[in-house]
């Protein structure tokens, strides 16, 4: 088992800056792929970035690509999702998310199905 404790939300006007941050525990050994997603209300869970454990290798989605930067350190066991340039249509809860299996390619690592831990989630407001 892993679990995931996300922290670094709020309320933040449009054009300011966010950073969350993911702390796993438990069996972290087994982790290859930490990703990050969010829900609006009454909309579905969508991708947002997503980071390989051990190439490094980063995806994000087109909506966020070139503000938002995600990132790990290993040796805290800890994911972060740095955004920048915030707009209103930011605004959702976001969920860190571990899978055992490395991003296979973008079909995969934006399934929410792939991930088998899941954070509590943290509140993103930005107003605008």
């Known amino acids: 088992q892993v679990q995931l404790v996300e922290s670094g939300g709020g309320l933040v006007q449009a054009g300011g800056s966010l950073r969350l941050s993911c702390a796993a525990s438990g069996r972290t050994s087994s982790a290859n792929t930490m990703g990050w997603f969010r829900q609006a209300p009454g909309k579905e869970r969508v991708f947002v970035a997503v980071i390989s454990w051990s190439s490094d290798n980063t995806y994000y989605a087109d909506s966020v690509k070139g503000r938002f930067t995600i990132s790990k350190d290993n040796a805290k066991n800890t994911g972060y999702l740095q955004m920048n340039s915030l707009k209103p249509e930011d605004t959702a809860v976001y969920y860190c998310?571990?899978?055992?299996?490395?991003?296979?390619?973008?079909?995969?690592?934006?399934?929410?199905?792939?991930?088998?831990?899941w954070g509590q989630g943290t509140q993103v407001t930005v107003s605008s």
């Open positions: 998310a571990v899978s055992r299996s490395p991003p296979y390619g973008s079909a995969w690592y934006t399934d929410p199905e792939r991930y088998a831990y």
